[in-house]
């Protein structure tokens, strides 16, 4: 603990020798931050994090970085063996390129500039490209399977078309691995910022200590640099956002004028209290896929069920817009489409203008969508291999598991679970080649832990959203039904039917942070 405590400082020391500083005002020699914030541990909201050193005040300056203390690939280039062996590699990605980067300033050891940097990013990531096969299993839903498998994909493709160029830069064999590739690239992943002369972003020393809050949040109208490095801006397509301004998102970002990454207090701050950026907007699968983490609560999530072929093709609506809300309303786009769909064909071109603006067409077309969304989510639940109540109870013996200091007690426990629990264990014992009791407190099985952890909360989330939209339907059926306009009488008995399923199926308290 002590000696961690001394590796921050001199970390400290160090960046504040280069110029990072919390303070516009004073410099101390000593350390860059205590101004404005300091480094603090946030158990549940991301780990090590910056808190707020004092009151800090909306748009306030929290941190500067200086372009000379950023990790990019132009900087690590100034080496010039490097720079040359990079050049005869023309067809590696800017991103590989700062992977190659990073990987070489390990294998320098000490000896390396960025050694006081270096030697405090995470040993490890939990991004979906690091995810073994069970981790991806457990995700359990089609599309974010496949959002793992794809990455897993990539990121091997990605290794081995740029390990001629490690082996030629006579890495140690260690650094050769797919194992460290995955490492560097989730270090790139997740800690990267935008800036504009590279793609790939840039490895901010200090600045990277911020944890993740979803945009959205602070009043509207906060106007700053942008700092999308992985995503996207917004690009809801729902009601009343056709039009917004372009509001940026983010709140940090690199400043021309002063030749310096600059960030920016989003909102007003209490001392102590986690002062967090926002990468950008994220689903939960985003955040998982990029920073591999997700959010209990996300304003920006989006639920996919299957959707019949001739939903899609009675819209010119795109896929990726027919979604579910995290409250569990279905989209504006998703609405419209449904409405055109339930609408007989040869109708459907007098009614296309009022769907597309967001209008309900008539009581019955509004019944019968909610009464097919309903059901459609009740089918996409029911598919799963587990149910809610099942996962809850999976998640809190993760949980404990998570806590043992006994490997005998743990895989006593454990085997007492039966079930997901079991085969984790025996795909566990296979990666391994020993026996899990013997292995279970290891770093490395704590992260293949945390990873199972992750997917089997992704999933949750995931049905708790479609259980929210069952629910969100019965709702409209009934008070569309109470206006007493051509609501039929079967149509009542099923939307409580509904609810009733709706009901008996519980979503944990961890889960709902309530
Ligand atoms: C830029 S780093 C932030 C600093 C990081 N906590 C550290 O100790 O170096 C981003 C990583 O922090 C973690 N993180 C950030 N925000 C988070 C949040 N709201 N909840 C959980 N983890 C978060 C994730 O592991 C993510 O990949």
């Keep these: 603990m002590e000696q961690e405590q001394g590796e921050l400082d001199s970390f400290l020391k160090w960046a504040a020798e280069l110029g990072i500083s919390d303070s516009l005002q004073s410099q101390n020699p000593s350390s860059c931050l205590g101004h404005s914030v300091i480094v603090s541990h946030f158990p549940h909201a991301g780990g090590r994090g910056l808190a707020a050193a004092r009151d800090l005040r ?271 309303k279905p989209s504006f786009a998703l609405l419209s489409a449904l409405r055109l769909w339930a609408t007989p064909a040869n109708q459907r071109r007098s009614v296309g203008q009022l769907a597309y603006s967001g209008s309900q067409l008539s009581l019955d077309n509004e019944i019968s969508i909610m009464k097919w969304t309903s059901n459609n989510c009740l089918d996409a639940l029911k598919s799963l291999p587990t149910s809610i109540e099942e996962d809850s109870l999976l998640l809190s013996a993760i949980e404990k598991f998570q806590d043992y200091d006994d490997p005998v007690e743990w895989s006593k426990t454990a085997l007492s679970y039966g079930g997901e629990v079991c085969a984790f264990l025996e795909a566990f014992d296979q990666q391994n080649g020993k026996s899990s009791v013997d292995l279970v407190l290891s770093n490395r099985n704590r992260m293949l832990i945390d990873r199972w952890k992750l997917a089997v909360q992704w999933r949750l989330r995931y049905k708790k959203v479609l259980v929210d939209c069952i629910s969100y339907c019965c709702k409209r059926i009934n008070s569309l039904s109470d206006q007493g306009v051509s609501a039929q009488d079967g149509e009542h008995l099923g939307s409580s039917e509904l609810v009733t399923k709706v009901n008996s199926m519980s979503i944990p308290q961890s889960l709902t942070g309530s």
Aim: charged letters at 25%; one cysteine or more.
């Design 58 to 328: 909306r748009g306030e300056l929290v941190l500067r970085v200086p372009k000379s203390a950023l990790l990019t690939s132009e900087s690590v280039m100034k080496d010039e063996s490097l720079s040359l062996a990079l050049k005869s590699h023309p067809s590696l990605t800017p991103t590989q390129m700062l992977t190659v980067c990073l990987l070489y300033e390990i294998n320098k050891g000490k000896s390396s500039w960025w050694h006081p940097y270096l030697i405090h990013l995470p040993r490890s990531y939990e991004i979906l490209a690091a995810f073994g096969e069970f981790e991806v299993q457990a995700l359990q839903v089609d599309y974010a399977v496949w959002a793992a498998k794809k990455a897993v994909t990539k990121a091997k493709s990605q290794w081995k078309e740029a390990r001629k160029l490690m082996e030629e830069l006579k890495f140690k064999p260690k650094l050769l691995t797919l194992r460290a590739w995955l490492w560097a690239s989730g270090t790139i992943s997740s800690r990267t910022l935008h800036i504009p002369w590279d793609e790939a972003g840039c490895l901010c020393p200090v600045g990277d200590l911020f944890n993740y809050a979803a945009p959205g949040d602070e009043p509207n109208g906060f106007e700053n640099v942008d700092l999308l490095q992985n995503g996207d801006a917004a690009d809801d397509m729902d009601a009343g956002q056709f039009d917004a301004p372009s509001w940026r998102l983010t709140d940090g970002g690199f400043e021309e004028d002063v030749t310096a990454y600059c960030f920016y207090a989003r909102k007003n701050y209490k001392m102590g209290e986690q002062v967090l950026l926002s990468y950008g907007t994220y689903t939960n699968l985003e955040l998982l896929e990029h920073y591999g983490f997700l959010l209990y609560e996300n304003p920006n999530d989006k639920v996919f069920v299957p959707l019949e072929d001739d939903i899609y093709s009675s819209t010119s609506w795109p896929k990726d817009s027919l979604y579910i809300h995290e409250t569990g």
